[in-house]
C-alpha cells in the first residue's frame, strides 16, 4: 500500500496504517526532534507526542509532503516545550555544585580553554555539528534543519515554520553563515573533513 | 578561511545560488561578482562544503518504535465511516418491524370487528328493506280487511252473475265469492319498532366510510413501516459489512 493510501485509510481511523506511517517516518521525526531539544528523553516524547497529535489532526492533512506535515507538528511540539521549560524551569540552567551554589563560568557549554586541536581531538566531525546546531539561535536552527538535514526545500520549508520564503532565505544563509563559523572552532578537524566532502564529491 | 567582508547580502545570494533559489538576472550578476573577487569564490566554496556535509548527515536512529494502539493514552479513536449509522439503521429497521407488528395484528381485530359491524348493518339494512316492501301491502291488506267487514255486515243481495251461479251450483258459488271478496292470507306484518340499530342503519354511509378510511390509513401506515423496516434493514447491513 503506497503512503497516499496509508494515510486515506489514516483519516478513516485505521490505527494500522497509520503504524506503517510512523515505521517509516520515526527515525526522521526523532531526529528532528533531538536535534531541537538537544536531549534524548525530550526527544523521545515529543516524538510520541507527535504521532499521537498527528493521528489525531490527520483529518487536517490536506495533501502536499506528509514529511513537511510530521516535520511542522514536531517542531512546533518541540519549540512548544522549549517555551514551557522557559516559562516554568524545572532545572537551573546554572551548573551547580554538590552544595547547590552556582558554578562559576555559566558558559559551561562552550570550553574555552580548549583549543580547536583538543578538540577536533575529542569531537568527531558529527558532533561537531550537533554541537554547533544546538548553539545556533533558535530561529536559524530551525530553518537550516529543516532544509540541510530534512531535506526540504523553501517552499515546504515555509509551510512548516509559517514564515514567508524571503524569511526563510535570509535566515537559511545566516544559519549556514553561523554553522561555518562555529565548525572554524574545530580546526583540523573540520579542514580534514572538508578535504573529505570535497574528495567524495 | 575567514570571509568578514563580505555583506549579509552577499552570504544570502551565496546560500541562495547553492540551493538554485536565484533568478537568472541575479544569478548572472553574482557570477561576474564571484570571477572578479576570491574571497567571494572562497565563500562559496566553504558553504558548498557546509551543505554537503550536512546533507550528508546521518538520521538519528528512533531508540523505539512509536507505534500506536487504541489504548495510547491521548489517542482520540474516531468510528470508522459508517459505525455511527449501523446502530441506527438496526435499531430503526427493529423499530419499525415492531411497529408493523403492531399495526397488522391491530389492523386484524379491527378488521374482524368491522366485518361483523358490517355484517350486521347488511343485516339490518335487509331488515328495513323487507319492512319497507312490507308496509304498504299491510296497508292495502287493511283496506281489504275492511273491505270484508262491510261486505260481511251488508246482506249480500244476489246479482245476475251470482244468479246464473248459483243455478249451477251452490258450492261453486260460494267459492268464487269467496275467492273474489275474501280477502287473501297475508303474512303477519309487525309494525317496525324504533331500535338502536335503526340510528346504526340511519348513519350507516358514514359509519363504513369511516371504517373504510381508518383500515386505509392503516394499510398506508403498514406499507410505509414495511418500507422503513426493509430499507433500514438494507442500510444496517451494508455499513455491517463495510465496517468489516
Known sequence: ??????????????????????????????????????????????????????????????????????????????????RRRKRRPTVSLTPQDSQGEPIESPNWLIDTNETPEETAERSEIREAIEYCLRNLPEEFREIILLVDLQGLDYRETSNVTGKPLGTVKSRLARARE???????????LLTSTYRFVHESK | MMNGDISPEE??????????????KEKKGLDSRLQQSPQLRSALSELQTLRSLLRIQPGIRAPRNYLLTAD????????????????VLSFTAAVAFLMFVFVFVSDLFLG??????????????????????????????????????????????????DLEMMEKGTEEFDRAQLDAR????????????????????????????????????????????????????????????KRG
Do not use: H
Open chain 1, 1 to 82: 500500500m503506497d503512503e497516499r493510501s496509508l494515510i486515506l485509510e489514516s483519516q478513516k481511523g485505521d490505527i494500522d496504517s497509520f503504524n506503517r506511517l510512523v515505521l517509516a517516518y520515526q527515525n526522521i521525526v526523532y531526529s528532528q526532534a533531538y536535534r531541537v531539544m538537544g536531549e534524548p528523553n525530550a526527544a523521545d516524547d515529543a516524538t510520541q507526542e507527535t504521532f499521537i497529535s498527528a493521528f489525531n489532526k490527520i483529518s487536517t492533512y490536506r495533501g502536499g509532503s506528509f514529511k513537511a506535515w510530521l516535520l511542522r507538528i514536531v517542531t512546533n511540539a518541540c519549540y512548544d516545550e522549549l
Open chain 1, 178 to 188: 553561523r554553522m561555518r563559523e562555529c565548525l572554524f572552532q574545530f580546526g583540523e
Open chain 2, 11 to 24: 552570504w544570502e545570494e551565496l546560500s541562495a545560488l547553492l540551493d538554485d533559489q536565484l533568478s537568472s
Open chain 2, 72 to 87: 495510547t493514552e491521548g489517542i482520540r479513536t474516531r468510528r470508522r465511516q459508517g459505525s455511527l449509522f449501523f446502530p
Open chain 2, 112 to 161: 374482524g370487528s368491522q366485518v361483523i359491524q358490517r355484517n350486521e348493518v347488511m343485516e339490518e339494512q335487509a331488515e328495513f328493506q323487507l319492512m319497507e316492501k312490507a308496509l304498504p301491502e299491510s296497508a292495502a291488506s287493511d283496506e281489504a280487511v275492511g273491505e270484508i267487514g262491510e261486505a260481511q255486515a251488508v246482506p249480500l243481495e244476489p246479482v245476475e252473475g
Open chain 2, 182 to 241: 275474501a280477502p287473501e292470507p297475508q303474512p303477519k306484518v309487525e309494525t317496525p319498532v324504533s331500535e338502536p340499530g335503526e340510528e346504526l342503519l340511519k348513519n350507516e354511509p358514514y359509519l363504513i366510510g369511516y371504517l373504510i378510511s381508518n383500515r386505509m390509513v392503516l394499510r398506508l401506515l403498514e406499507i410505509f413501516l414495511v418500507f422503513v423496516a426493509f430499507s433500514s434493514g438494507v442500510g444496517a447491513f451494508y455499513f455491517y459489512q
